[in-house]
């Protein structure tokens, strides 16, 4: 058996990260492979903890510093502190930093690392900090990275050397979901619409880290033109994060507060996507967007940002749209879609759209393994 350590270069928490390789763990075939996770920081999602300990792997906290976007000083020295004392042969490395892949990939290959996988799960924002690190990294990724993964192309064009991506040198792993977890079934949907107050209304759902790039503020005014165009309307809200009491104050301001609901981190999100009636998405940035693959799954049409990669759409319910338009605009949109009308037949698209967890586990798994 192989153990792989799984290095996060942010807190273990609820994110998109942590999601993708989660349910790796779940299908890789654990008799030939293990995993254990380290994150500099702590892990602030202890129902994470308790499955990944049941799984038998185990999770390594340094208790580092962070500030939001990481603590660089803190990452370089926790991570080659745990290096000294717990070698690995395979180290895969997450993070939504540049600097934290790179100097990753440098650390664990000086400790004795034969294979070091980096893996781009996002895109950014395009500033000074970004293309001073841009520029340096081609230095320390070479020699180190020895495999390059990506959830998209953009994903792998932000983050890796241009002449990796010149020689198709980087690989694409789905991120892969349970498919038939979010099957559709109009028994949950007629539950949960109940539950959550939604009969006779229609429901607007978004999932998401309550964070700049996530673009709630522009959601927020999408909704509250959707009011004014169809009263009966209603948001959910998905998600937790540091400007979550900001949107909340938002939408009292906009005097859409009663017709929001902010339902926090929620382990039946196939369930609520069931329920609901539309799926918007006007991310600034994500390095794919599993959320909008998870909706399309339960049959929901999704409008998002032109800043969501291409490959998020893999039903013909997935929609485009500038964030320049404006919220009037994205909100007549919106009122525009309609979900598909075998929602059920959604679930088995996506799967053989190559998106099940047990097709990206058996990929990875095979990277894993091979000499």
């Known amino acids: 058996m192989k153990r792989v350590l799984q290095v996060f270069g942010e807190p273990l928490d609820n994110g998109g990260q942590e999601a993708f390789i989660m349910n790796m763990y779940r299908n890789i075939d654990r008799e030939q492979v293990q995993f254990d996770f380290f994150t500099p920081y702590y892990c602030a999602n202890e129902s994470l903890r308790q499955e990944i300990e049941g799984m038998g792997g185990r999770v390594f906290e340094k208790a580092g510093r962070f ?25 895969h490395i997450h993070s939504g930093s540049i600097f934290s892949l790179a100097f990753g990939a440098r650390l664990a290959k000086k400790r004795g690392a034969k294979k070091v996988l980096v893996h781009s799960h996002a895109t950014g924002y395009d500033n000074l900090q970004y293309r001073v690190i841009r520029a340096i990294s081609p230095l320390i990724f070479r ?29 694409i792993i789905n991120n892969g979901i349970d498919a038939e977890k979010f099957q559709f079934t109009q028994t949950v949907r007629e539950q949960y619409r109940k539950v959550l107050g939604l009969e006779n209304h229609f429901a607007i759902c978004h ?22 165009m169809l009263p009966n309307a209603r948001l959910l809200l998905i998600g937790d994060g540091p400007l979550k009491q900001e949107m909340e104050r938002l939408a009292e301001e906009l005097s859409i507060a009663s017709k929001v609901s902010f339902l926090g981190i929620r382990k039946d999100v196939s369930e609520i996507l069931q329920a609901a009636d539309l799926f918007l998405f006007p991310s600034l940035f994500e390095g794919l967007g599993i959320v909008a693959i998870e909706a399309q799954s339960t049959g929901l049409s999704v409008l998002a940002s032109e800043q969501i ?45 190559g998106f099940s967890s047990a097709h990206a586990a058996a990929s990875l798994q095979t990277l894993y393994l091979e000499d």
């Open 67 to 91: 500030d939001g976007q990481g603590n660089k000083g803190d990452f370089l020295k926790n991570l080659s502190a745990f290096f000294r004392e717990h070698p690995y042969e395979i180290v």
């Open 309 to 353: 990669p291409d490959e998020a759409a893999v039903t013909p319910y997935f929609h485009k749209l500038p964030l320049e338009k404006g919220p009037k605009k994205w909100a007549e949109e919106a009122l525009s879609l309609t979900p598909a009308k075998d929602r059920a037949a959604c679930a088995q698209s996506v799967a053989k759209g």
């Open 143 to 171: 020699g180190n990275a020895t495999h390059y993964l990506a959830c998209s192309k953009m994903a792998a064009e932000w983050k890796f050397p241009a002449s990796v991506i010149r020689s198709g040198g980087y690989r």
């Open 207 to 228: 999932i998401g880290r309550f964070s700049e790039e996530k673009n709630h503020a522009f959601l927020l005014e999408v909704f509250a033109h959707i009011q004014k």
